[in-house]
Every structure is written in C-alpha cells, then in structure tokens.
Nanobody, 123 residues
Framework: QVQLVESGGGSVQAGDSLRLSCVAS????????MGWFRQAPGKEREFVAA???????YYAGSVKGRFIISRDNAKNTVYLQMNSVKLDDTALYYC?????????????????WGQGTQVTVSS
C-alpha cells in the first residue's frame, strides 16, 4: 500500500516562493498520476495541479504561470513549486495519487491521499 507524506508548508508573505514535496513510500509510483489539491477554510477541496506518468503537466487557472508541478521517480517524490504566492493561496495542500496513471481535475478519481501540509500567506 502506497503512503503519501507531504512536507514543505509554512507561513510566507505574498510574493514569496515555497516548494512542497510529497514522498510516496511502499511501492514505486512511476506509473501513477500525481496531483496536488488544496482546501481553504470553509471551502471545498479544489484541484491545483497534476502530472500523469507521461510527465505532461496540468494546472488550475488560478495557479497557471505561478506554480510548477514536477516529479522525480528515482526519489518517489512529486513537488509543487509555488511562486509569487497570493493571499488566496492560503490552504491545506494535499498530495494525491491515481494508480491508474491518468490525471483528472476531480478529487474523486484519486484513490490515495496524504495528510496535507498547511500553507499560510500573509500580506
């Protein structure tokens, strides 16, 4: 059973950069599609970015051009580089995996989830 553990969250100021990491343990995740989602207080969990096994990348409109998702299969790790962060980026960020390898913007297509890492952006 693959387990996902996120790290890298913290408190930053608007305009700063932050890199989140998600390590998958238990099995190699080379064929998995990996995604990042986030959930702000009082809001539903929303799609942020995804990278399927093919290494193509997909982004929500709100983060496109600012965030970069990447993966290092040798380290079983997926990253989310967050640049020019905004107040609206404040949320609990989750890493998710779809073992079928296909990316989706819907959280219901991801079977595996981490516990989340908090990102707080202040002015």
């Amino acid at each position: 059973q693959v387990q996902l553990v996120e790290s890298g969250g913290g408190s930053v100021q608007a305009g700063d950069s932050l890199r989140l990491s998600c390590v998958a343990s238990g099995r190699t995740f080379t064929s998995y599609a990996m995604g990042w989602f986030r959930q702000a207080p009082g809001k539903e969990r929303e799609f942020v970015a995804a990278i399927p096994w093919s290494d193509s990348t997909y982004y929500a409109g709100s983060v496109k051009g600012r965030f970069i998702i990447s993966r290092d299969n040798a380290k079983n790790t997926v990253y989310l580089q967050m640049n020019s962060v905004k107040l609206d980026d404040t949320a609990l960020y989750y890493c998710a995996a779809n073992p079928a390898g296909t990316w989706y913007p819907s959280l219901y297509n991801y079977a595996l989830w981490g516990q989340g890492t908090q990102v707080t952006v202040s002015s």
